[in-house]
């Protein structure tokens, strides 16, 4: 059974960091897009970056770009999204889905992502 499980959140302070992983069971991320939303309260579902497994080749939204990195192990079974200089506008809980992408094709935020985890939360205050 195809599974997406999500760890990685917590507590931490305004600049902090934190490192999220999303596991894949059930498959392996071959030929997939993985990708990280997040939601906060009150707010519409926003998507933060996504990786293509193929390639290697990441696409972030811009209220996280500098700040945060997603990449993928060499087993293809775990996406880690590394996350830097954390503001409070960034608690949420967050997602990480995935999308069949064929080969060589790039990641869109956009896209109809039909595999969800259950999401972690983080939350960023003082």
């Known amino acids: 059974q195809l599974q997406l499980v999500e760890s990685g959140g917590g507590l931490v302070q305004p600049g902090g960091s934190l490192r999220l992983s999303c596991a894949a069971s059930?498959?392996?991320?071959?030929?997939?897009?993985i990708a990280w939303f997040r939601q906060a309260p009150g707010k519409e579902r926003e998507g933060v970056s996504c990786i293509s497994s193929s390639t290697g080749r990441t696409n972030y939204a811009d209220s996280v770009k500098g700040r945060f990195t997603t990449s993928r192990d060499n087993a293809k079974t775990t996406v880690y999204l590394q996350m830097n200089s954390l503001k409070p506008e960034d608690t949420a809980i967050y997602y990480c889905?995935?999308?069949?992408?064929?080969?060589?094709?790039?990641?869109?935020?956009?896209?109809?992502?039909?595999?969800w985890g259950k999401g972690t939360q983080v939350t960023v205050s003082s």
């Open positions: 059930g498959f392996t991320l071959d030929y997939y897009a």
């Open positions: 889905a995935v999308l069949r992408l064929q080969p060589f094709r790039r990641c869109e935020l956009s896209a109809g992502y039909n595999y």
